[in-house]
C-alpha cells in the first residue's frame, strides 16, 4: 500500500530562519493537498498541487510537487511567529477517494 | 457563511458508555468527513457522508458509527467507550465527496474515563 513519510516530525528556528518539510511517497501521486494546524486549532487547507513539477506560491510560502510526483515540499522563507503550527500534507494515490493525511511536521518558531 | 460548527466542543464519559458527536456543514456542503486525531497516531480518517450515504470508511471498529440527515448533518456514535477513545474529533465538510479541500471544525475533545 502507498506509504508516506512527512519529514522532519519537529524543527525548531528561531524566527527569520528558512523552513522545509518534506512529504515523501513510495507511489506517484495524483495530487497532494497541504494543511496547517495551529496549536490548539484545526488543519487548514493551504493549496492543492496537481502538475509534475508544479509550484506555487503564497507569499513567504513556496509549495512545489516533484517531477517523478513522488514528493512534495513546502519551504517557508524568513519564519515568523505566526508560522508555528503543524504542517500536514494530504497525498492522493488517485485510488483512494478519501483524505489522509501525513504525520506532520510541528514547527516551533522563537524570537 | 458560517463555517463547520461541532458539538459539543468537550466532552468527558467513563469506560463502557457511549457518545454522540455532532457536525453541521458549510451551507450548501453535502459531504461530512470525521477524523480521530491523537498524539500518538496522528490524523486519522474515521469515514465520510455524501447524500445520506457513508461513502468510504477508514479502519477503525465497528464500535464507531455514524450518519447524515437530509439536510447534510451529520452526527457519529462511538459506544462501548474505550480509555483509547479519547481524542480530537474533527469533522470537515467539503462541496462534493472524495479528495478535494476539506473546512475542518474545531472538534470536540473527548475524554474517556
Known amino acids: 500500500g502507498q506509504q508516506v513519510m512527512q519529514i522532519p516530525q519537529y524543527q525548531h528556528v528561531q524566527e527569520g530562519e528558512d523552513f522545509t518539510t518534506y512529504c515523501n511517497s513510495s507511489?506517484?501521486?495524483?495530487?497532494i493537498q497541504w494543511y496547517k494546524q495551529r496549536p490548539g486549532g484545526h488543519p487548514v487547507f493551504l493549496i492543492q498541487?496537481?502538475?509534475?513539477?508544479e509550484v506555487k506560491k503564497q507569499k513567504r510560502l513556496t509549495f512545489q510537487f516533484g517531477e517523478a510526483k513522488k514528493n512534495s515540499s513546502l519551504h517557508i522563507t524568513a519564519t515568523q511567529t505566526t508560522d508555528v503550527g503543524t504542517y500536514f500534507c494530504?497525498?492522493?494515490?488517485?485510488?483512494?477517494?478519501?483524505?489522509?493525511f501525513g504525520t506532520g511536521t510541528r514547527l516551533q518558531v522563537t524570537l | 457563511k458560517a463555517g463547520v460548527t461541532q458539538t459539543p466542543r468537550y466532552l468527558i464519559k467513563t469506560r463502557g458508555q457511549q457518545v454522540t458527536l455532532s457536525c453541521s456543514p458549510i451551507?450548501?456542503?453535502?459531504?461530512v468527513s470525521w477524523y480521530q486525531q491523537t498524539p500518538g497516531q496522528g490524523l486519522q480518517f474515521l469515514f465520510e457522508y455524501f447524500s445520506e450515504t457513508q461513502r468510504n470508511k477508514g479502519n477503525f471498529p465497528g464500535r464507531f458509527s455514524g450518519r447524515q440527515f437530509s439536510n447534510s448533518r451529520s452526527e457519529m456514535n462511538v459506544s462501548t467507550l474505550e480509555l483509547g477513545d479519547s481524542a480530537l474529533y474533527l469533522c470537515?465538510?467539503?462541496?462534493?465527496?472524495?479528495?478535494?479541500?476539506?473546512?475542518f471544525g474545531p472538534g470536540t475533545r473527548l475524554t474517556v474515563l
Open positions: 507511489t506517484t501521486l495524483s495530487n
Open positions: 451551507s450548501g456542503h453535502r459531504s
Open positions: 498541487l496537481v502538475k509534475s513539477g
Open positions: 470537515a465538510s467539503s462541496l462534493v465527496q472524495g479528495y478535494n479541500e476539506q473546512f
Open positions: 494530504a497525498p492522493n494515490t488517485g485510488t483512494a477517494s478519501k483524505l489522509t
